[in-house]
C-alpha cells in the first residue's frame, strides 16, 4: 500500500490516508509506525518525505497524537530515533485538555522515554510551544 499511495512528489497522499478498515484518517507514515515496520517508515520519511509532525489521524483512537507519540507508546524506540532524525519534534504538544509532550502522553514506553530526554537534553527548545497540525 506504501508504494501505490506513497509515489515521490506526492506529499499530499503520503500525509493523508483514509483506512476504510477502521473509519480513520491515519497518514501512511502512522500506518508504518502500528505496524512497527521501521524499514516503510525511513522509506516514508527518506524518499516520500513524510511530514514527521503530522498528527496521526483523525477521530481514533490515536487522534492528536504525532508520529513520535505513537512510536513512544508502542515502545518502537529504533522508530523514535529515525523520526528524531529526520525532524520529529518531540516539543510539540496535543491540542486535548492536558496539553501534554511525548513524555507525559499516556503509555508512552519506558524504553524509549530516556532516547527522548537525551535527544531534548542535546536539542533544547529554540521556538514557541507549538501544537499538533492534523491532516488535512
Given at each position: 500500500?506504501?508504494?501505490?499511495?506513497?509515489?515521490?512528489?506526492?506529499?499530499?497522499i503520503v500525509n493523508t490516508y483514509h483506512d476504510p478498515s477502521s473509519r480513520e484518517e491515519m497518514t501512511l507514515l502512522a500506518?508504518?509506525?502500528?505496524?512497527?515496520?521501521?524499514?516503510?517508515?525511513?522509506?516514508?520519511?527518506?524518499?516520500?518525505?513524510?511530514?514527521?509532525?503530522?498528527?496521526?489521524?483523525?477521530?481514533?483512537?490515536?487522534?492528536?497524537?504525532?508520529?513520535?507519540?505513537?512510536?513512544?507508546?508502542?515502545?518502537?524506540?529504533?522508530?523514535?530515533?529515525?523520526?528524531?532524525?529526520?525532524?520529529?519534534?518531540?516539543?510539540?504538544?496535543?491540542?486535548?485538555?492536558?496539553?501534554?509532550?511525548?513524555?507525559?502522553?499516556?503509555?508512552?514506553?519506558?524504553?524509549?522515554?530516556?532516547?527522548?530526554?537525551?535527544?531534548?537534553?542535546?536539542?533544547?527548545?529554540?521556538?514557541?510551544?507549538?501544537?499538533?497540525?492534523?491532516?488535512?
Amino acid at each position: 500500500i506504501y508504494d501505490i499511495l506513497g509515489k515521490p512528489g506526492n506529499e499530499r497522499i503520503v500525509n493523508t490516508y483514509h483506512d476504510p478498515s477502521s473509519r480513520e484518517e491515519m497518514t501512511l507514515l502512522a500506518t508504518a509506525i502500528l505496524d512497527g515496520d521501521k524499514n516503510q517508515v525511513e522509506k516514508l520519511l527518506v524518499v516520500y518525505k513524510a511530514d514527521p509532525n503530522m498528527a496521526v489521524g483523525m477521530g481514533g483512537v490515536f487522534s492528536e497524537r504525532t508520529p513520535l507519540m505513537l512510536a513512544a507508546i508502542n515502545g518502537y524506540s529504533e522508530i523514535a530515533q529515525l523520526l528524531l532524525e529526520h525532524g520529529a519534534d518531540p516539543y510539540i504538544m496535543d491540542t486535548l485538555d492536558d496539553k501534554r509532550d511525548v513524555l507525559q502522553v499516556p503509555g508512552v514506553q519506558n524504553n524509549v522515554i530516556e532516547l527522548i530526554r537525551k535527544w531534548m537534553r542535546s536539542h533544547p527548545r529554540t521556538n514557541k510551544i507549538s501544537f499538533v497540525s492534523v491532516t488535512k
